[in-house]
T-cell receptor, first 113, second 113 residues
Framework: GENVEQHPSTLSVQEGDSAVIKCTYSDSASNYFPWYKQELGKRPQLIIDIRSNVGEKKDQRIAVTLNKTAKHFSLHITETQPEDSAVYFC????????????FGSGTRLSIRP | KAGVTQTPRYLIKTRGQQVTLSCSPISGHRSVSWYQQTPGQGLQFLFEYFSETQRNKGNFPGRFSGRQFSNSRSEMNVSTLELGDSALYLCATTTWGGEETQYFGPGTRLLVL
């Protein structure tokens, strides 16, 4: 069945450094790859997404890359700040409105001052 | 627009009891997905409803069920509660599903004693 693997499960970086989270997916029909951020005690919220017709997308300090051949995609956060501390989830879904969205297991990112 | 709402926010039950949780989507959203979130297990997909029909289902036992009403509000029910059902239950809604951004509710935290 469909599966999304996410690594690492925990990540600690120095404030100002970059953080990279990687995901792989199994369903070759997947075409939509969102990333969600969940702060402690809050609901997950979309921070960036990418579709299969694009290899890279950037929004200020956040960027996502997609390699459809290898079936993996990554989240890059540059110049990390304390407010970046949260759990990040990757996900994969097909184009069809009936497609399931499958989430990765999450990465707990901690920013050291 | 008002956001996704879930009731109740907190619930304490004992083993063997049953529970019903409610999710009211953003106005105009017809797809409602349910997730179970436990520490270390990420977001486990339960099921998705669209136009009062279950469109997708995850790998949970039959004790977990749901339904959707004509106004798109959805309920999920867990019968014969077990200790392992203690979790945060989140619903997420979209207009049609698939590659749309999912908007999460605040969740219902269920504790089974």
């Amino acid at each position: 069945g469909e599966n999304v693997e996410q690594h690492p499960s925990t990540l600690s970086v120095q404030e100002g450094d970059s953080a990279v989270i990687k995901c792989t997916y199994s369903d070759s029909a997947s075409n939509y790859f969102p990333w969600y951020k969940q702060e402690l005690g809050k609901r997950p919220q979309l921070i960036i997404d990418i579709r299969s017709n694009v290899g890279e997308k950037k929004d200020q300090r956040i960027a996502v890359t997609l390699n459809k051949t290898a079936k993996h995609f990554s989240l890059h956060i540059t110049e990390t700040q304390p407010e970046d501390s949260a759990v990040y989830f990757c996900a994969a879904s097909g184009y069809s409105s009936a497609s399931k969205i499958i989430f990765g297991s999450g990465t707990r990112l901690s920013i050291r001052p | 627009k008002a956001g996704v709402t879930q009731t109740p926010r907190y619930l304490i039950k004992t083993r063997g009891q049953q529970v019903t949780l409610s999710c009211s989507p953003i106005s105009g959203h017809r797809s409602v997905s349910w997730y179970q979130q436990t520490p270390g297990q990420g977001l486990q997909f339960l099921f998705e409803y669209f136009s009062e029909t279950q469109r997708n289902k995850g790998n949970f036992p039959g004790r977990f069920s749901g339904r959707q009403f004509s106004n798109s509000r959805s309920e999920m029910n867990v019968s014969t509660l077990e200790l392992g059902d203690s979790a945060l239950y989140l619903c997420a809604t979209t207009t049609w599903g698939g590659e749309e951004t999912q908007y999460f509710g605040p969740g219902t935290r269920l504790l089974v004693l």
